[in-house]
């Protein structure tokens, strides 16, 4: 064979080689260039004194002209780069990422303060913590393989702490057989090491176990860490509707007093709805009221 043959079958070979190549990157995209895992956003949610949530957001883009399904997610935790615990989850359904689009996946990362803090004592003191999620998301490709795409996730949250509710003395400020004019005080205290702005209270207020009235405030007060605001909340009852025994309890030196509702706070972290709740007995401050006849 002669030497510019040689070169042309050299030639014809590498043109050959290419063109597999090319079909078979047609055939067998590369996962790691087609699919591109982003961070979206991150949210908290189920904020309580108990723990709460990280919902971290992620944006899966597909560049490639096949649809990939997400089956699986397996990642780790990390709380101020100490690991917290390991999740491996399959899907019970898959995920579709259809070609030359992109789908957006919520991973929620569920936070106990007590588990937190029984794995990991040394962030006992800590009013601030960084979560770091590290993992892979394992995709299946159209021809049925399983392919994973490694991913990082960072967000901060804090320590929690429920505000302190406290009552106030009851003060009664008439009293007849018609009904009563009363002040319904309380305060609440943050006990966090972050300022929270008071929104909003609604709820139902009780004496001596009867619902007495629904109370409904909006505000915007910023209250500092160990900071308290007071709340004055002014009732007319009428015995005529809520039962003439009420007036008796409100003639005792101490009634049992409850609270139940909601409150809306806001901070750097997000704008929650938290349950607000307490139940007590307090003093009674009245006039001495000689004659109740008297409407």
């Not at 030497?3 to 590369?30: E, H, Q």
């Not at 009293?175 to 004019?181: H, I, Q």
């Not at 176990?209 to 007319?236: H, M, R, W």
């Amino acid at each position: 064979m002669m030497a510019a043959d040689k070169i042309k079958v050299k030639r014809l070979s590498w043109l050959l080689i290419l063109t597999l190549i090319a079909l078979w990157s047609d055939f067998y995209p590369a996962v790691k260039k087609d699919l591109e895992i982003s961070l979206e956003g991150k949210r908290i949610d189920a904020l309580s004194g108990a723990g709460l949530t990280i919902n971290f957001l992620l944006r899966i883009a597909n560049s490639a002209q096949v649809e990939y399904q997400l089956i699986k997610t397996n990642f780790r935790t990390l709380i101020n780069q100490q690991e917290f615990f390991r999740l491996e989850t399959a899907l019970e359904a898959p995920i579709s990422v259809p070609p030359r689009s992109s789908s957006l996946i919520n991973l929620p990362v569920k936070i106990t303060y007590a588990y937190l803090f029984e794995a990991l004592p040394s962030l006992r003191d800590a009013e601030k913590f960084t979560c770091n999620v590290v993992g892979t998301l394992t995709f299946l490709d159209s021809r049925r393989r399983e392919q994973n795409v490694a991913f990082v996730a960072v967000a901060d949250f804090p320590l929690f702490k429920e505000f302190i509710l406290k009552f106030e003395p009851l003060q009664v400020k008439s009293l007849s057989l018609g009904g009563a004019d009363l002040v319904f005080s309380f305060s609440l205290t943050n006990s966090n090491a972050t300022t929270w702005i008071l929104r909003s209270l609604e709820g139902q207020i009780e004496l001596a176990g009867q619902k007495v009235a629904p109370f409904s405030y909006t505000f915007q007060d910023s209250l500092a860490p160990g900071e308290s605001k007071k709340i004055d909340l002014a009732l007319l009852l009428d015995f005529f509707e809520l039962g003439a025994a009420l007036q008796t309890y409100l003639e005792a030196p101490e009634v049992e007093a409850s609270l139940s509702g909601e409150m809306e706070i806001e901070s750097e972290w997000g704008r929650f709805r938290l349950p607000l709740s307490g139940r007590e007995k307090v003093a009674v401050l009245r006039n001495d009221f000689r004659d109740h006849s008297h409407l």
